[in-house]
């Protein structure tokens, strides 16, 4: 298995301000993905996090909105650029790893955001 | 294009009854399909997957789960409800396309124990 750590746990934000959220796994790990979860929601994948390059976004997801860095294998951040309400949410991250983890992902605790 | 459907978004059942919450998925191959539990305040937590071995997979805390490829079915299910079960689960199909391992989820079932 794996062990995900997400820091902060939550937090409160004014509008128009950007805030980081940092996914770290005990182990390296291939793969590495960012979802968000609007209140009374399902998860909605944001993103997939390659290390060395770009990440691959979905559908209704953009960079300049969520930058995503990931600068090796067991550590990746998510920006949630120029805040509003709407994006209030919790943001988790996972990982899985196709060797050791066969497609599974395992899930970090979350990131409780609030927009004022 | 690959898909999952939770059909009931609530269901209730009696401490002690069978549980039942339904999942059926669209996959123009074979996928992985997973249950996950979230807990109140707590994170995702994997109940059991189905990788293309057994059609019948058992899972933590008593939940098992039939693979039923001509219905496009995965239903969880559990014998007998504890107050403890009380969660919300969500249903996922893992499509094996480009290798990248995507999960696609429902909707989520809420699930609620009657003492």
């Known amino acids: 298995s794996a062990v995900i750590s997400q820091k902060p746990s939550r937090d409160i934000c004014q509008r128009g301000t950007s805030l980081t959220i940092q996914c770290q796994v005990d182990s390296q790990v291939t793969m590495m993905f960012w979802y968000r979860q609007q209140p009374g929601q399902s998860l909605t994948l944001i993103a997939t996090?390659?290390?060395?390059?770009?990440?691959?976004?979905e559908s209704g997801f953009v960079i300049d909105k969520f930058p995503i860095s990931r600068p090796n294998l067991t550590f990746s951040t998510l920006t949630v650029s120029n805040m509003s309400p709407e994006d209030s949410s919790i943001y988790l991250c996972s990982v899985s790893d196709r060797g050791r983890l066969s497609n599974e992902q395992f899930f970090g605790p979350g990131t409780r955001l609030t927009v004022l | 294009a690959q898909s999952v459907t939770q059909l009931d978004s609530h269901v209730s059942v009696s401490e002690g009854t069978p549980v039942l919450l339904r999942c059926n998925y669209s996959s123009s191959y074979s996928p992985s399909l997973f249950w996950y539990v979230q807990h109140p305040n707590k994170g995702l937590q994997l109940l059991l997957k189905?990788?293309?071995?057994?059609?019948l997979v058992k899972g933590i805390n008593g939940f098992e789960a039939e693979f039923k490829k001509s219905e496009t079915s995965f239903h969880l299910t559990k014998p007998s409800a504890h107050m403890s079960d009380a969660a919300e689960y969500f249903c996922?199909?893992?499509?094996?396309?480009?290798?990248?391992?995507?999960?696609?989820f429902g909707t989520g079932t809420r699930l609620k124990v009657l003492a």
């Open positions: 189905y990788t293309s071995a057994a059609t």
């Open positions: 996090a390659n290390q060395g390059s770009e990440a691959t976004y």
């Open positions: 996922v199909v893992s499509p094996p396309t480009s290798g990248t391992y995507k999960y696609i």
